[in-house]
């Protein structure tokens, strides 16, 4: 089953390689990560999607906290949550292709934020699931470029990951 | 306040810990560091002859006396050398601190010369790691280090120190902190509380118990309360590789080692259990045979520091994180305040049954070897060394039949006695670590069961050990092959000795250790086996490698037979269980 599983580490050089290194070490999959800088600065949170059994996904977490690095563990699909990842696609769009275009991504509610007289750039924003769908609709053989962010996640309602 | 340089810095907070030895090699990055050893005198730095030895020699120090060693390399391939004692120290949780020389900051990234990604290298064989930036964080990071490296599951824990964070020209103001400021590390030390009361609750219902203990139990320090919880109850207690001493093995109701060569007692016990009360171990591939044969009708109560080795490969059914002593004391107060007490008509029943197991399968029972042949068999040398030393030295081993013949002849009744790498199995560990024990133990006998294959990856030591006067005692089990090697060939590979001997190119032993300026005696025959063994340890302040001709085709038994449940052993060529 697929997992989101947010981190709270030390602001320190090497922990995102500890955190990464534990995943390739122990066999666990990554399918996306995410890293930045929170509100307090000697934190920063690491959001990984994998997945794996209720056996691996406790694994993971144990050792996660095995690091020093490491402040706080939360595999958000415990409870309920909320996803959400940018996409930046660039595609070819030419004669009737720019309408069409246009309106799958306002279908997606996505925007077109840069444009040539041949190219769009999209962003959109949505769960993993809804990026696939968007990548899906429009013509493979018009998509240039495609850039993910990996996922971003938070608890719904009360739960919240601090220190 | 006192202003002190980076290399002072680490020299002082180093004696702040308590350290009295540094095992080490010097080295281009290292010189401001070796100069500041130079310059005090509180600290003695033991010079190696390659940087393997150090780590293993501060890993047989820490096991011996319980006090983290320290290892002190230059960068580059002073590291990189350093690394298979250090995984050693890692697979088997003892705890150390590595220094590294690295080269200075500014030139790091650069492919510098003795450059090397320390830290990078070291990452996944290390609790924890550091790298110096700047001088003055030194005192703190040495104190982060120790703490580290010493408490929940211990560790190695390596720092890399660029060569400018030492140089002795800048100085700074020098404090040594008094509390560590560690935010995300916090072990649990005492057990909750519910699920201590439900495992005395299990433990006392239970009716074929046993005591599964391991390494932790001798790294927590908690052998008196593990003594005391099975004298107490009078349950059996089987040991693992590395608990091998945390019960005394000559008590009644040790059943021995168990695992790949463990006692059939041992894992037959295990295998009809209905409760295993585990302490301190990770049910390891080496003990469990096939994990989903594994002790069907058990209940599994597992105390561990570490939450990670809980339910890894054993679901446990009452798991309970915390520091075994701290557990094993909380169990001990509810075990005897419990109105519940043990069920003895059925305790009579399993120790009739587990006697009976131990009267026809025991090693200590009659010889389970070949007797009265011409060749010596390494089992009677162990049990000589036994005999010899009384049962009270200090054994380490390297890795391979020597291995588990002294892990099943020597009868270890006291913890850090017996040290070697149960985890990584890394050959060359033996010789280095009597080094350490020797350090920690001056007047103690220290021996080093090996064998001529083990032997040499290390062999360089003989210096170092002449020139601190460390009079080790080498019992070289030798049997011309690679041993264990060719006892899977002949079993595996329909005896095709790919790789295992050496024709006819070994040393003769003796006149090498006499190059060294070392006592070496050899032993060809049985007769000569008592005296020679007993002039050997009558040297007291010499160096003595015995070099022990034994019969070459003998194989370790009894032997799991995988796949298989426990209980499924070899216990001779053609007999099992």
Redesign the interface.
């Known amino acids: 089953m697929r997992h989101i599983i947010s981190v709270l580490v030390e602001n320190e050089p090497g922990a995102l390689s500890r955190i990464v290194g534990l995943f390739s070490q122990r066999n666990y999959n990554i399918m996306s990560l995410n890293v930045a800088p929170t509100d307090d600065e000697t934190l920063s949170r690491i959001t990984i999607t994998t997945f794996g059994s209720d056996r691996v996904i406790e694994q993971i977490t144990k050792h996660l906290n095995r690091l020093i690095d490491v402040v706080k563990v939360v595999d958000l699909a415990e409870a309920g949550y909320i996803e959400r990842e940018l996409l930046l696609v660039k595609v070819k769009a030419v004669g009737v292709q720019r309408d069409e275009i246009k309106l799958i991504t306002d279908i997606f509610r996505g925007q077109i934020i840069d444009v040539t007289p041949s190219i769009f750039t999209i962003q959109l924003v949505g769960t993993g699931s809804k990026l696939d769908a968007f990548l899906e609709a429009i013509d493979s053989l018009l998509v240039m470029e495609v850039v993910r962010s990996g996922v971003s996640g938070i608890a719904r309602g009360e739960r919240h990951l601090s220190i | 306040m006192e202003l002190l340089s980076g290399g002072d810095m680490l020299l002082r907070a180093l004696q702040e810990e308590g350290v009295e030895h540094i095992f080490g090699y010097p080295g281009g990055s290292a010189l401001h560091i070796y100069d500041a050893i130079f310059r005090q005198d509180k600290i003695q730095h033991i010079l190696v002859r390659h940087e393997q030895a150090a780590t293993h020699a501060a890993d047989g120090y820490t096991r011996s006396s319980g006090k983290p060693g320290v290892v002190l390399v230059t960068s580059g391939p002073g590291a990189t050398n350093a690394i298979t004692g250090i995984a050693t120290a890692y697979t088997d949780s003892i705890p150390m601190v590595v220094l590294s020389g690295q080269v200075p900051a500014e030139r790091v990234g650069e492919d510098a010369f003795q450059e090397t990604d320390m830290?990078?290298v070291s990452?996944?064989i290390v609790?924890?790691?550091f790298?110096v930036r700047r001088a003055d964080e030194i005192p703190a990071i040495i104190k982060k280090a120790f703490h580290?490296a010493t408490t929940g599951r211990p560790g190695p824990v390596v720092i890399d120190i660029p060569k400018n964070t030492t140089a002795p020209t800048e100085q700074f103001p020098y404090s040594y902190p008094e509390k560590v400021n560690?935010?995300?590390?916090n072990p649990s030390v005492k057990g909750n509380a519910k699920q201590i009361k439900k495992a005395v609750e299990l433990l006392l219902q239970a009716k074929r118990p046993v005591i599964y203990a391991g390494g932790g139990v001798i790294l927590g320090e908690a052998s008196d309360e593990l003594v005391e919880m099975a004298t107490l109850l009078n349950y059996p207690v089987a040991n693992t590789l590395m608990g091998l001493g945390s019960h005394p093995a000559t008590d009644k109701q040790n059943l021995g080692m168990l695992g790949m060569h463990g006692t059939v007692e041992a894992n037959t016990a295990m295998h009809h259990s209905d409760l295993i009360f585990a302490v301190g171990v990770r049910f390891d591939d080496r003990v469990t045979n096939t994990v989903s044969k594994f002790c069907p009708n058990a209940t599994i109560v597992h105390v561990d520091i570490?939450?990670?080795t809980i339910?890894?490969i054993v679901e446990a059914h009452v798991p309970v994180v915390g520091d075994v002593k701290d557990v094993l004391t909380e169990m001990l107060v509810q075990i005897k305040a419990s109105s519940v007490k043990p069920d003895e008509t059925a305790l009579a029943d399993w120790w009739r049954q587990l006697n009976e197991w131990r009267e026809r399968y025991g090693l200590q029972v009659t010889p389970r070897y070949r007797t009265g042949g011409d060749k010596l068999m390494p089992q009677e040398v162990v049990q000589m060394l036994y005999k010899v030393t009384e049962g009270d030295a200090y054994v380490s081993s390297d890795v391979g039949q020597h291995q588990m013949f002294a892990a099943q002849y020597y009868l270890f009744d006291k913890p850090r006695r017996w040290l070697n790498s149960g985890g990584l199995g890394t050959m060359g560990y033996g010789f280095p670590a009597a080094m350490g024990a020797q350090f920690a133990h001056r007047d103690a006998n220290v021996v080093c069961v090996t064998g001529e294959g083990s032997i040499q990856m290390c062999i360089q030591e003989l210096s170092t050990c002449m020139q601190y006067n460390l009079p080790v005692k080498i019992i070289c089990l030798n049997n011309s092959a690679l041993g264990m090697v060719k006892q899977w060939q002949d079993m595996h590979y329909e005896g095709r000795y790919s790789e295992i001997l050496y024709e006819d190119s070994l040393p003769d032993f003796v006149k090498l250790v006499e190059a060294y300026g070392h006592v070496g005696i050899k032993v060809t025959k049985r007769e000569e086996l008592e005296e020679k063994m007993r002039e050997c340890f009558s040297l007291k302040d010499r160096l003595v490698f015995m070099d022990v001709d034994v019969d070459p085709s003998e194989h370790v038994y009894p032997m799991q037979i995988a796949p298989g449940a426990m209980r499924d052993m070899w216990v001779s060529r053609t007999e099992r269980t």
């Open positions: 830290i990078g990452r996944p609790k924890h790691s790298i580290i560690l935010r995300a590390y570490d939450p990670a339910s890894k």
